[in-house]
């Protein structure tokens, strides 16, 4: 069974400075996704960004990318600029490759992220 | 687009008492899931249905059932309340060849 594991229950950061939340999975799949969510007070999930397993290039979108380290079953995201908008849960999550029975998410506990003014 | 869409938001039960959670999307999605979240937690998956009349067990089934009669609808029965069901219910849904899921609004529900 895959699991995603979130080793940072807590973050802080200050307005406009960078910061990075950590992931760590396993799986013995070769053809996956993984992603990060985002979940703020409204308790709404919000995707910030997805990777697929068999892309070397690391995803980007806008002030948000992840270091994706396949051989170490690592990925995390960095939020660059960070703004007071960013403060939310953040959830890493897994899901197998095209199959038949959908895109089935394993979520990590996730980390909370709080942005200081 | 309404999107995914889940009633009721909130929900108070007793022990023993059942219920259904409702969820619907209008975006034609073939894939369809119930994830709870517990307090602090990550979301863990119930149920998924691959489509109309196809539905499987999650990580975590014992407790409720679901039914997939059309496309649209997924709803979620709870028969018997226990406390242990205490969380908030997320619904979403994703379209065949892509892996990306589009969640609803959530229900939180409490059994007291």
């Known amino acids: 069974a895959q699991t995603v594991t979130q080793s940072q229950p807590e973050m802080s950061v200050q307005e406009a400075e960078t910061v990075t939340l950590s992931c760590t999975y396993d799986?013995?799949?070769?053809?996956?996704?993984l992603f990060w969510y985002k979940q703020p007070p409204s308790r709404q999930m919000i995707l910030v960004i997805r990777?697929?397993?068999?892309?070397?290039q690391n995803a980007t979108e806008n002030r948000f990318s992840v270091n994706f380290q396949k051989a170490a079953k690592s990925f995390s995201l960095k939020i660059s600029d960070s703004q007071l908008g960013d403060a939310a849960m953040y959830f890493c999550?897994?899901?197998?490759?095209?199959?038949?029975?959908?895109?089935?998410?394993?979520f990590g506990e996730g980390t909370q992220l709080t942005v200081n003014p | 687009n309404a999107g995914v869409t889940q009633t009721p938001k909130f929900r108070i039960l007793k022990i023993g008492q059942s219920m259904t959670l409702q969820c619907a999307q209008d975006?034609?999605?073939?894939?369809m899931y119930w994830y709870r979240q517990d307090p602090g937690m990550g979301l863990k998956l119930i149920y998924y249905?691959?489509?109309?009349?196809?539905?499987d067990k999650g990580e975590v089934p014992n407790g409720y059932n679901v039914s997939r009669s059309t496309t649209e609808d997924f709803p979620l029965r709870l028969e018997l309340a226990a406390p242990s069901q205490t969380s908030v219910y997320f619904c979403?849904?994703?379209?065949?060849?892509?892996?990306?899921?589009?969640f609803g609004p959530g229900t939180r529900l409490t059994v007291l």
């Open positions: 249905s691959v489509g109309a009349g196809i539905t």
């Open positions: 999550a897994y899901s197998r490759g095209q199959e038949t029975s959908g895109s089935r998410l394993t």
């Open positions: 975006m034609n999605h073939n894939y």
């Open positions: 979403a849904s994703s379209p065949p060849g892509k892996n990306e899921q589009f």
């Open positions: 799986t013995s799949e070769s053809d996956y996704y």
């Open positions: 990777q697929e397993a068999y892309k070397q």
